[in-house]
């Protein structure tokens, strides 16, 4: 990032008020309704694999996660989908969200994108109510998880930055969860692995949020194969 844009993204923090802050604690809680203790995104099956043994294995399949795959688009998908909204650009919107929605690598991760975004949305709609979100979702053939939390955010005034790492935050802390009943690690252990990647996915929000939709892209092979061969594994914990 710029020192401009630095310092722009250092005002948005700074101006998030109490409301919006209540309802972005609330919305990226674990405790919020949307099913995401359901999912592991592949890693069931990269246990089973013998791809992550340990802490420091786990570590290094999430900071990949973050900085080369899905955490990296799916934060990029959440940018632009803010923007759009606050731009009142309801095109664009639904192009933002047809291209993240046939972005995933696999049947198991559209369900879980597609069935997180439909929760999130549902219950947004319920006890937040806001006049122009169903204009907005009917803009959008499908609204999978990220273009969701990008969308309910905008209509509510949650500033871009702060939503941005507090999604991340949600996202590696549901992954650290999922590891935590696989490997499995303790809670220390995996408290260990939050703390080793904060600064991962501080730089992951940094690079979302100036990058354009022509800078999407992953090179997580194995975790794409993943999510691929935990379809037919014969014994699964998880939906992915």
């Excluded at 309704?33 to 340990?54: M, Q, T």
């Excluded at 080369?68 to 934060?75: E, K, N, P, S, T």
């Amino acid at each position: 990032m710029t020192t401009s844009e630095r310092a722009s993204a250092l005002t948005e923090m700074r101006e998030l008020d109490s409301a919006a802050l209540y309802r972005l604690l609330t919305w990226l809680s674990p405790a919020f309704p949307i099913g995401g203790f359901s999912y592991s995104s592949g890693i069931e099956w990269a246990v089973e694999a013998g791809d992550i043994a340990d802490a420091a294995s786990f570590r290094d399949w999430l900071s990949t996660m973050l900085t080369h795959g899905g955490g990296f688009c799916d934060a990029v998908f959440l940018a632009h989908t803010h923007r759009a909204v606050e731009q009142g650009n309801m095109e664009a919107l639904g192009e933002i969200a047809d291209l993240a929605a046939a972005f995933v690598p696999s049947r198991e991760r559209q369900l879980e994108t597609a069935s997180q975004g439909r929760a999130f949305i549902e219950i947004a709609r319920s006890a937040w109510s806001s006049p122009d979100l169903d204009d907005a979702v009917a803009r959008c053939k499908t609204v999978v998880y990220p273009v969701a939390v990008g969308l309910v955010g905008a209509l509510h005034d949650v500033p871009l930055t702060p939503l941005l790492h507090g999604f991340l935050h949600a996202v590696t802390s549901n992954w650290i969860s999922a590891g935590s009943r696989l490997v499995p690690l303790g809670q220390t252990d995996s408290q260990r692995v939050l703390a080793a990647l904060e600064p991962v996915v501080a730089a992951t929000a940094d690079r979302a949020l100036v990058a354009s939709l022509d800078d999407l892209g992953s090179a997580t092979f194995r975790a794409d194969l993943a999510s691929l061969r935990h379809e037919t594994q014969y014994t699964r914990l998880f939906r992915s």
